[in-house]
T-cell receptor, first 112, second 116 residues
């Protein structure tokens, strides 16, 4: 079964607006990662947040992690048309194995 | 530049045929992974390898096999292709030891496989 449940499944916004995607998971984790996938391409790593961190920033990306609620959010500020992609959260729910469990993803469309 | 490549990028085959998808990385990464991506299921782990001769089954391994004879390559074989194996297949790799969970996974471009 999938560890990550992402919400919403699809999101459509105008350029310049902020986009927020949420990820919930079921078991304890050491860290959570977010990846982006452009249409027809492989996944690209965006950011990693450890279980002892609550918030992390990278450029226009802001990730939060609430381990008590087993949830994370990815905020993209001042979105651009180039941000149009699918976004996946991934957790190391298999423990110290190096394996990740991916959520089903949120498809983001940013309209110019 | 170091990279991870997959071939072929597109493949059409018939039910019952054996198919091998190639994955090659030039980073000298120890760990390699095969996933399939289907609508409604996200990415699901098929097989993974921590090094030469060290391979393991993932979540959806039935009907698939892998072998790791060198660091660079992890080919995925469909022994007898079935229509249910129509999917997009991604290979990924990470450096470091098998127990290190903070590594970024580096993905190949994917292979779109259609089984008729």
């Amino acid at each position: 079964s999938q560890q990550g449940e992402e919400d919403p499944q699809a999101l459509s916004i105008q350029e310049g607006e902020n986009a927020t995607m949420n990820c919930s998971y079921k078991t304890s984790i050491n860290n959570l990662q977010w990846y982006r996938q452009n249409s027809g391409r492989g996944l690209v790593h965006l950011i990693l947040i450890r279980s002892n961190e609550r918030e992390k920033h990278s450029g226009r990306l802001r990730v939060t992690l609430d381990t008590s609620k087993k949830s994370s959010s990815l905020l993209i500020t001042a979105s651009r048309a180039a941000d149009t992609a699918s976004y996946f959260c991934a957790t190391d729910a298999y423990g110290n194995t190096g394996k990740l469990i991916f959520g089903q993803g949120t498809t983001l469309q940013v309209k110019p | 530049d170091a990279e991870i490549t997959q071939s072929p990028r597109h493949k059409i085959t018939e039910t019952g045929r054996q198919v091998t998808l190639a994955c090659h990385q030039t980073w000298n990464h120890n760990n390699m992974f095969w996933y399939r991506q289907d609508l409604g299921h996200g990415l699901r782990l098929i097989h993974y390898s921590y090094g030469v001769q060290d391979t393991n089954k993932g979540e959806v391994s039935d009907g698939y096999s892998v072998s790791r004879s060198n660091t660079e390559d992890l080919p995925l074989t469909l022994e007898s292709a079935a229509s249910s194996q129509t999917s997009v297949y991604f290979c990924a790799s990470t450096p470091g030891t098998k127990s290190r969970t903070t590594d970024t996974q580096y993905f190949g471009p994917g292979t779109r496989l259609t089984v008729l």
